[in-house]
């Protein structure tokens, strides 16, 4: 049976509890705020079918025949393409399997957001109007839970089209776990994205917190990658009981922003990710294209484009199907990965990391991000900087000139 020595070595993708026969793993938070298996000793049957569907014990290489094709995408729908995180491309793919009387699976964020053990959860929908919960990354773990992986099995078992949507490691597990039960795959299309890492959602819980205290509102949505200010400088979009939606906030000042691009408050695994590689067991990888007045004047209009690796025949030819959907243009792999370092490189965690979490224990909210992230004089600067840019309408080439100096997009 499964067993968790290190932390590092479980992400969470439930499908351990999924396959388990006599229903005996639960995944259970840790103080962290993260899920991990928590097996009943009593009832395990010792048939080790926890171990074979489970992505960090069998890390997978799947090259197969088809050639990598490299693609920058942008969907030709203003109101998909406002509500994208990049260019989206994942509304266009998953559209392709809802007119072939398909279901998709993806991550929404749900309208209890302090929900327990996270605000963001695995569902599937099986119409257009739906994919809008889908659109815009949430910057959180996700909780797949151990249904999931048991209806992607049935859907396919009933001959339907699957498109299932996560991080790496949430798809290999759910490839792992139908080649391990043995399920016919042919209709199944695996979208995942480039993953730099997903933060706590005990944390997400302390920013509410905190943003509430602040200024004394009730939160009703969050969107991570809002457009506002356009693709270039994506804000947190907070949404409450008294501001209209009307706050923006960049990584440069907004609390939540800080921590996740701060490596502070990442689950461990993603400090040592496995899944991190050029040819992956999906059949789309997708993830953001900022830089792309690089490869094409069309798209430069700061509106989002997504950079796709299109990993198998089944892939391509959705991607052909859908063409008439997206501006597209066929980029070399190797020029298209250039850059991509969450690709194959995880992120180092926060020297504060530690700390930061025993204070999350003990800390409300306010208390916990005012000590981590206060809104100083510096982060005030940062921040009129980037104001003034965009009202005077040169943010887009400072961050050219920005990029170019640094290295950093
Ligand atoms: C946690 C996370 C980290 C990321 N890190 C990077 C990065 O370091 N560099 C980079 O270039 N791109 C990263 N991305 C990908 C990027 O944010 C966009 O998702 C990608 O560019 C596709 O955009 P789109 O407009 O085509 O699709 P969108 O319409 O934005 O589609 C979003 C897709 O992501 C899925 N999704 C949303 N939230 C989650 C979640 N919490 N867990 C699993 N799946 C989710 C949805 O189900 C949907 O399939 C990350 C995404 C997530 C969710
Ligand atoms: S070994 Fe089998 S019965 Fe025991 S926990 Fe794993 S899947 Fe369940
Ligand atoms: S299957 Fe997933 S949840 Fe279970 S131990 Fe492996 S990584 Fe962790
Ligand atoms: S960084 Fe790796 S381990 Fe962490 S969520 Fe992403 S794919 Fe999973």
Known sequence: MIEIKNKKDCCGCCMCAGACPKECIKMLTDDEGFVYPHIDDSACVNCHLCEKVCPVINVRDDRNSFQQQGYIVQHRNPEVLRESTAGGAFTAIAEYVIDHGGVIFGVELQTDLYA??????????????????FRNS????????????KQVKSFLEQGKY????GTPCQVEGIKQYLDAKKVDQTNLILVDVVCRAVPSPLIFRKYLEHQEKKNSEHITSVRFRDKHY???????????????????????????????????CDRPSCHDCKFRKLHRVSDFTIWDCFHVGRFSKELDNDRGATRMLVH???????????????????????????????????????????????????LNGYDLLEKYFPETAKVKLKRMIRMTALNIGIYSVAKKVFVRLTGKY
Request: aromatic residues 10%; hydrophobic residues 35%.
């Open 312 to 362: 198998s025949l089944k892939g391509q030819q959705i991607l052909d199907a859908v063409s008439e959907e997206l501006v597209e243009f066929k980029v070399p792999v190797q020029i298209i990965v250039d850059g991509a370092k969450e690709l194959n490189e995880s992120v180092a965690p926060n020297e504060q990391r530690e700390t930061f979490f025993i204070d999350a224990n003990t």
């Open 230 to 264: 356009g693709y270039k400088y994506s804000t947190m979009n907070v949404i409450s009981d008294r501001n209209n939606g009307d706050y923006h906030r960049g990584v440069e000042s907004d609390p939540w922003l800080r921590a996740f691009f701060s490596n502070i």
């Open 138 to 149: 949430k910057y959180i773990q996700s909780f797949v839970g151990e249904g999931t992986p």
């Open 116 to 133: 327990k053990p996270s605000a963001a959860h695995h569902i599937w929908v099986d119409n257009k109007a739906d994919l809008k919960k």
């Open 162 to 165: 699957v498109c299932f949507s």
